[in-house]
């Protein structure tokens, strides 16, 4: 049998190879050493033990990007605790059903969120331990303690407790009810698909075990991560957990909002090595900075910058590499489900085009019926990944059959994303075939918004597509039918679905149409719908 990696295990061996006096987290002022780091999540691991958690519980955070959300994952790999992601954006009935959902025993959350958690809080009687960071109050079953007790309490000792690869990370993603579900995510499998201490893109084989990997690491500089979107989704959780893994530095920003100027000052101050973006949403404020100040902010230090989850222009990566000829530039084609779906590289000798990926050494494109595509076919398919792949979703069995197929003998997870194969092998990608609108890395279903809306006593009928925007990537847009004698109050509709909706999933834009013209059978055509959007947008 192969070596089976554990994070737990990886993180207890890098802290005895990285220079204790090295920044492991930085966060506006605030730095903690790796020194520091190691007593601090071997001592926050102890005492969620000791506490009352048991190795397998779930954790969730409830946490914007912040030195103790890194801190609680390593501590949560260390005790053997399984971590689940909360978005911070949704309101009460989403919160509660997650938190059910994913039977977390200990929920750790930023005190600006208090108010929600105490409406929520008796809802929940699995939850034992109630964590709030920053102000530092902590509510348990057992008694009031503290976060910095947890962290400060001990002798940073390591926590005797057996891991394996099969210990899971999940990581909660919508559903196409609007619902998230938890993708199951093994240790073992996780680390190999992100390429277990090698980089398959640069052609760096993979390590064989974890001597190997400490050797490796101990002979090329330590990483400097800064992920910028929140650590809550999957891209940026993935690469604040890899600068950990490789005993490197994860850099955030004390900003509630994405704020260009910072992130930048930050590269400029902390010599960041590696930047991690949702597509335009963040690449093109950054651009538009660089090119207001051109000689404000030495970025000199990046080596790359990875996306995954929108696309990301050509214009703007060029624009990136005027100001760091040296960096390299990945789009990543993937989700919480697939991770290596296809990958696109972009240097000041290479350029590409929009929705061009490469497809991964692990994936094919296959019809609804499983039948392989053929490059240069002009037949659209859906791209599918085998290999390291999740176990599937937590406690759904029906949405897990529905993702991940066995097609030929081979399972293999199959997303949704629809794409066509070019005679060269590479794809392009088509959209989602639910539809799903991907704002500023966010997944919305159009279904949710949808419903929402026609709660509204005005609306008869409602479609939401997502259309072309420079800042967000796609701008929810509705087109509404409305009963008759109403008028359509777009402010008034918007505070409306507030009630039913996180605020990123309200439209952006609202329009009326006497009839949404559905098929006999009530299907929507939402290629006409749309066309009729952008054509009363550019009115």
């Known amino acids: 049998m192969s070596y089976q990696w554990n994070y737990g295990e990886i993180l207890n061996a890098v802290d005895e190879i990285t220079p204790g006096n090295r920044p492991a987290l930085i966060h506006g002022h605030r730095v903690i050493t790796h020194d520091s780091f190691r007593i601090r999540t071997n001592n926050l691991a102890r005492n969620l033990l000791d506490n009352g958690a048991e190795p397998g519980d779930k954790i969730a955070f409830y946490m914007r990007n912040c030195p103790e959300y890194s801190e609680g ?36 959350y930023h005190s600006e969120f208090e108010p929600f958690v105490e409406q929520i809080h008796e809802q929940l009687p699995g939850v034992k331990q109630w964590i709030e960071v920053e102000e530092g109050h902590t509510h348990s079953e057992a008694e009031d303690s503290y976060y910095e007790d947890f962290v400060n309490n001990g002798d940073g000792s390591l926590v005797d407790v057996t891991r ?68 809550m989704h999957g891209t940026g959780l993935l690469s604040a957990v890899s600068a950990m893994a490789a005993g490197g530095t994860c850099v955030t920003l004390p900003s509630r909002s994405f704020e260009p100027r910072l992130a930048l000052q930050n590269v400029n101050d902390h010599k960041v090595s590696a930047v991690t973006i949702v597509g335009d949403a963040f690449a093109r404020p950054i651009l538009e900075a660089l090119d207001e100040d051109p000689n404000q902010y030495d970025i000199s230090s990046i080596k790359v910058i990875s996306s995954s989850g929108v696309m990301w222009t050509r214009e703007i990566k060029a624009g990136l590499l005027r100001h760091n000829e040296n960096m390299l530039l990945a789009d990543g084609f993937s989700s ?52 390291h792949l999740p176990v599937g979703y937590y406690k759904d069995e029906e949405k897990t059959a529905k993702t991940f197929k066995v097609i030929e003998g081979v399972r293999y997870s199959i997303p949704g994303d629809w794409v066509q194969v070019e005679l060269d092998g590479t794809l392009t990608l088509l959209g989602r075939g639910s539809n799903c609108i991907n704002t500023a890395g966010e997944k919305v279903f159009p279904e949710e918004v949808e419903e929402a809306l026609k709660f509204h006593q005005a609306i008869a009928d409602a479609l939401v597509v997502g259309l072309p925007d420079p800042k967000w990537g ?45 098929a006999a059978n009530g299907k929507a055509d939402y290629t006409s719908i749309k066309a009729y959007a952008e054509t009363r947008l550019a009115g």
């Open 474 to 518: 796609q701008a929810i847009t509705a087109v509404v039918q409305l009963n008759p004698g109403f008028e359509l109050d777009e402010n008034e509709v918007h505070e409306f679905v507030r009630q039913h909706l996180a605020a990123y999933k309200i439209p952006k834009h609202i329009f009326a149409k006497p009839s949404l013209d559905r």
């Open 73 to 108: 994952i390593a501590a949560a790999f260390k005790a053997s605790l399984t971590h689940v992601n909360v978005n911070y954006r949704y309101i009460e009935h989403e919160l509660v059903y997650l938190l059910d959902n994913s039977d977390a025993t200990v929920v750790m």
């Open 336 to 387: 919480s489900e697939a991770i290596g779906l296809g990958s696109s590289i972009m240097t000041k000798d290479a350029e590409i085009e929009v929705a061009s990926f490469t497809l991964g050494a692990h994936c094919k494109v296959f019809t609804e019926d499983g039948i392989e595509v053929l490059p240069g076919s002009n037949e659209p398919g859906m791209v599918a990944v085998r290999g």
């Open 164 to 231: 394996s690869g099969d210990d899971m990370l999940f990581i909660y993603t919508g559903g196409t009810t609007g619902m998230p579900k938890g993708v199951m995510w093994r240790h073992d499998d996780l680390f190999r698909v992100l390429g277990a201490g090698g980089n398959p893109r640069m052609g760096i084989p993979p390590c064989e075990d974890l001597d190997e990997l400490l050797t490796r690491l101990q002979a090329q500089p330590f990483p400097i991560n800064l992920p910028l979107p929140p650590m």
